[in-house]
């Protein structure tokens, strides 16, 4: 939760000319932004460029934002089109849950934890890692819901589903995180 | 049916709070008595609460700042309803009301109402004179008509447009 303004005041000073106070709204979701996009590209530089032309789109349609739904959700929305819309023109390789590679990548990580276990023990930092392992989909919906602080509606808004769809896949994307975690960090959770 | 896929579902349900009340009351119960639940929703709330304390990429140091000189460029534009004039809109779909009818006038003007109702006419297709619907008088008008109407509304069009940038 924010403290302060909420982000309806902010925007109605942003709409009344206050181009500054656009910057509480960056700072706020800049992290959340930039996450939904690692989620669509490995690349930080590319999922930065991704969450900056995501914010500038939001800044632009600003007028068209008619409070019906929470600033954040109408926000996520415009990140994940703008996600994809890169996707189409860079032609990148989404994350696939049965992609070879992503077992070889995980391999690599859980050699990474063993070789820096010291300074990366932390359980968090393994359900981090077992989320980067899932496909664009499942990590999406996983973050939308733990930390994005949005419903299974909103998630339905952003995603174009039903919210019964959304508790499905949620289900499953919290089953296939947990297989991830037993396949590859049993023995680190064990040590903790 | 306490398949172990059935039991997670339905707990993964009660913990996002997303159950109805007696299935919540049900499963309440359940995990005072059940053993096999009581380990499967201490595992589940577990992942749940690291779910909830897993971290938020951060972006650059930058970024904040980047964001705001790319804003710096541009405009807030208008609201997409104050710029679709519903009138340009109810004006082109009287333009194709008017051809559809137009030539619906047409079509039936041409129908020789007075013959008698045998229905193997073995009308021809290569054997009719397209040209002849093309060269009456009354089409070229009407043609005439649309092509002016058209040209006003596009008139109209462009006018508001130079209006708009001349006020920007």
Request: cysteine-free; overall charge neutral; glycine content about 4%.
């Amino acid at each position: 939760m924010h403290t302060g303004p909420s982000d309806n005041e902010i925007l109605s000073r942003v709409l009344q000319g206050d181009q500054h106070a656009y910057a509480e709204i960056v700072k706020r979701y800049q992290s959340f932004v930039f996450t939904i996009a690692l989620k669509y590209t490995p690349n930080r530089e590319d999922a930065e460029e991704i969450a900056q032309d995501a914010f500038v789109k939001a800044y632009r349609s600003l007028a068209d934002f008619r409070g019906e739904s929470k600033f954040s959700t109408w926000l996520y929305t415009i990140a994940t089109t703008t996600s994809l819309t890169f996707l189409r023109k860079k032609k990148l390789d989404i994350h696939s849950l049965d992609n070879e590679k992503v077992f070889e990548a995980a391999d690599s990580l859980d050699s990474g934890f063993r070789a820096n276990q010291v300074e990366q023990k932390s359980r968090i930092t393994m359900v981090n890692k077992a989320i980067g392992l899932l496909s664009t989909d499942d990590a999406q919906i996983i973050t939308l819901f733990y930390k994005g602080e949005q419903s299974l509606e909103e998630i339905g808004q952003i995603l174009g589903l039903e919210p019964n769809t959304v508790k499905v896949r949620l289900h499953r994307a919290r089953q296939r995180l947990k297989d991830k975690m037993e396949k590859y960090f049993t023995a680190e959770l064990s040590d903790l | 049916m306490n398949t172990q896929k059935n039991i997670e579902e339905r707990l993964w349900s009660y913990i996002d709070g997303t159950s109805e009340v007696e299935e919540k009351s049900a499963i309440e119960q359940l995990l005072k008595e059940n053993l096999e639940w009581q380990r499967k929703y201490k595992e589940l709330l577990d992942i749940n609460q690291l779910l909830h304390s897993t971290e938020l990429e951060e972006p650059s140091m930058r970024f904040t700042r980047n964001v705001m000189e790319e804003i710096a460029k541009y405009k807030i534009a208008p609201a997409t309803k104050t710029y679709i004039n519903k009138r340009i809109i109810y004006g082109i779909g009287a333009f194709f009301l008017t051809m559809i009818v137009g030539f619906l006038i047409y079509g039936f003007g041409q129908i020789d109402w007075s013959a008698n109702g045998n229905l193997n006419t073995g009308i021809s297709l290569d054997k009719i004179d397209f040209s002849r619907f093309f060269n009456n008088t009354y089409v070229n008008v009407f043609m005439m008509i649309n092509v002016v109407l058209g040209l006003m509304l596009l008139d109209r069009y462009l006018s508001k447009k130079r209006d708009e940038a001349r006020h920007a």
